[in-house]
């Protein structure tokens, strides 16, 4: 009865390595063994099945069900349906247990088995490929995945992972980051010199790279890269000499070299499910960020055209209201709001992820070979290797540009806001590095934010009341596995957390070696304040008259003040006056109008607009007229209708001794006019 316990126990602990998750366990040795099962394995299915373990890092899969932390966490997304980081909870623990389970042992076996004489020639191996390139890619992906889950946790198990059977290690240690790092190093060191450009690796297997040994290099040169540049705070020295290692290997550099993962039949891609509206399931939670929104219409950044779709989860917008080529027609959604009603406002106007990004079998960026121009460009001007820090940062955001199918590069990178300039370098690099990240790898991006502290992310006045007055800076391991079946390691690892050695999203992990800015996003930016063309041409079609209980008609107001019943006239905002918009004509003059931030709405000041039988009209809305059943004020219907509630008075307004009684009042109809 010991012994069996033993097992189960050993199995428990050993699969799971005590790091997080929720994944069911599979495995207990020949105690569960089917004798249906094909007992032999082919390296090239366990690196393909490794694979499937990357999306993770960028979206999830179908085993996390919703919850795209990763791109909340870098800026990127923001929810639609709920106040999330706010009063309600979030994600702050990370599960790694399926990557030690399945994609951590799987590369392990690929190894493992190249490395034995008595298997490493036999069908099920060699069909994959040369056992040095085999053996080469597993260590590159295997680094890319103890590098991500450390960046994650922080602390991570790596020299005593996966030594259950072979070492009888049944409570592995955790290494420090520092550690970590280091083991890891020197591990892609030495695949990357083990790549045997004149060996094969199979096609279909490799769905990474194609069995493209060139790009596995440039991929193995590039990690070591991203990680070198991490230690330019807590250890600059040492993240030169590795990053020059590096980089003189060689990274990416084009476009195609980039490291994008192809969803297929057997690992779907969540956005599918989250967000395409031809799927009948959708829930539709996902929304772009604000601040990535609202950065991107500030450079005029054409990239905006192709990471996000002006329609949102409320049907299509009217485009000629918002323009699908114009910057001002997209917002994004605030993270972390106090309810989700304050949420819920800006599902008329925000903007949604781009449809090219929602196919069941999209390829989506993981490393793209904009990161590591932008990450190479940050080395320059560290002074890290030689190069030109302007031609590389450049270089990178063309290279963004080209991989999303964006136009305009070259003025771009030319333009004021984004022309490089040495003072302010680093600002720049990683900025553009952040944006050129969207739906990539966002711990990478997350990762950037924590060490550089840009760009500035303010949090929601939700997550500021329930004291998450940043975002986080690491994720918690899983309360069900570390602490309970490795209890010694696992109190061991987060004392080396700081500031307080406290295993929650208010540690650092080692490279972060300070708290980052803190901010509330104001009540502004809290509420949608939809931006009107510069010229939006509107073409009245009357008067819903309120006091005959009619539908739009061409009341006598109508007919005597604008002298005709129908007519077109253009909205615009008073270039000297920001907020004050101006419909002209409008009777004899032209109508001013006021835009209120804080309920999306128009307001009408009373104003002189014509004259009825010779005496002047005086136009306002109810809420200036101080009427106390308002508010009514302009407002746009679901199809784009802009209705402005006014009263007309003749002689003047309301207690003015020329005021001589209402004419009318009731909702002026404008319909927008189609390009």
Known sequence: MKKIFAIFVSVLVAGALFLNGCQALHDFGDINKSPNSPSTAFTSYLFTNACRYIPQFVLGNATNGYDPWQQEWAGYLSESKNNQYGPLSTTSSFGSTSFYLYALKNLQMVVDMNEDPDQKDLTNVSAFGTSAN???????????????????????????????????????????????????????????????????????????????????????????????????????????????????????????????????????????YWCNPTYSGAGFNAVPNYFIVEQMKEFKDNRMF??????????SRDESIFPRDQYTSFYGIPFGLESN??????????????????????????????RVLLTEAEAAYRGWISADAKSLY???????????????????????????????????????????????????????????DIP????????????????????????????????????AAIATLKPSGQDNIHNRVWWDVADNWEG????????????????????????????GG????????????????????????????????????????????????????????????????????NVADRDTDQDSDGPYRGEWDEDGNLYIYVIYRLGGARGTPENQGILNYGYDVFKPVAN
Not at 174 to 196: C, G, K, M, P, V
Not at 569 to 589: Q, R, S
Not at 601 to 613: A, E, K, L, M, R
């Open 134 to 272: 085999q053996i080469a890619a597993a260590k590159t992906l295997m680094a890319f995945y103890y590098m991500t889950i450390s960046d994650i946790n922080g602390p991570v198990i790596i020299s005593e992972a996966l030594k259950g059977s072979s070492e009888d290690i049944w409570t592995p240690k955790y290494d420090t980051q520092e550690e970590a790092y280091t083991i890891l190093n020197n591990s892609l060191a030495e695949a990357y010199r083990q790549f045997d450009e004149n060996g094969t690796l199979d096609a279909a297997a490799d769905v990474l790279f194609g069995g493209n040994i060139a790009k596995w290099k440039k991929f193995n040169a590039s990690l070591r890269m991203l990680m070198a540049i991490k230690l330019s705070d807590v250890d600059p020295n040492t993240g030169k000499t590795r990053f020059a290692a590096a980089y003189n290997d060689g990274g990416m550099t084009d476009v195609a070299d980039g490291f994008y993962y192809s969803y297929d039949d057997l690992n779907w891609n969540m956005l599918y």
């Open 306 to 315: 192709k990471y996000f779709d002006i329609e949102g989860y409320r049907g």
């Open 341 to 370: 009603s304050d949420v819920t406002k800006w599902m008329d106007c925000c903007c949604s992820v781009n449809s090219s990004m929602l196919a069941m079998d999209a390829t989506i960026p993981v490393i793209p070979t904009a």
């Open 394 to 452: 450049e270089a990178g955001i063309k290279a963004s540009f080209e991989q999303w199918g964006a136009t305009g590069a070259d003025a771009y990178v030319k333009s004021p806001a984004i022309a490089y300039n040495a003072s302010k370098g680093l600002e720049q690099i990683a900025l553009q590095r952040w944006i050129a990240g969207y739906l990539a790898d966002g711990v990478e991006a997350w990762s950037d934010w924590r060490r550089l």
């Open 456 to 491: 500035r992310m303010p949090v929601g006045p939700g997550a500021n009341n329930v004291g998450n007055t940043h975002y986080p800076y690491r994720l918690a391991f899983s309360s069900s596995y570390d602490p309970v079946y490795n209890e010694e390691n696992y109190a």
């Open 520 to 547: 509330v996003l104001t009540k502004e930016q809290c509420t949608p304040s939809v931006e009107i063309p510069a010229k939006w041409e509107v073409a009245y079609v009357g008067v819903y008259d309120v006091l």
């Open 550 to 617: 009619g539908a739009a008609n061409e009341s006598p107001v109508g007919a005597d003040v604008f002298g005709h019943s129908n007519f077109t006239t253009t909205l615009y905002e008073d270039v000297n006056h920001p907020g004050t918009f101006k419909l002209a004509p409008f009777g004899d003059t032209e109508l001013m109008l006021n835009w209120d931030a804080a309920t999306s709405t128009f307001y009408v000041p009373n104003q002189i607009v014509g004259s009825h039988d010779g005496v002047a009209v």
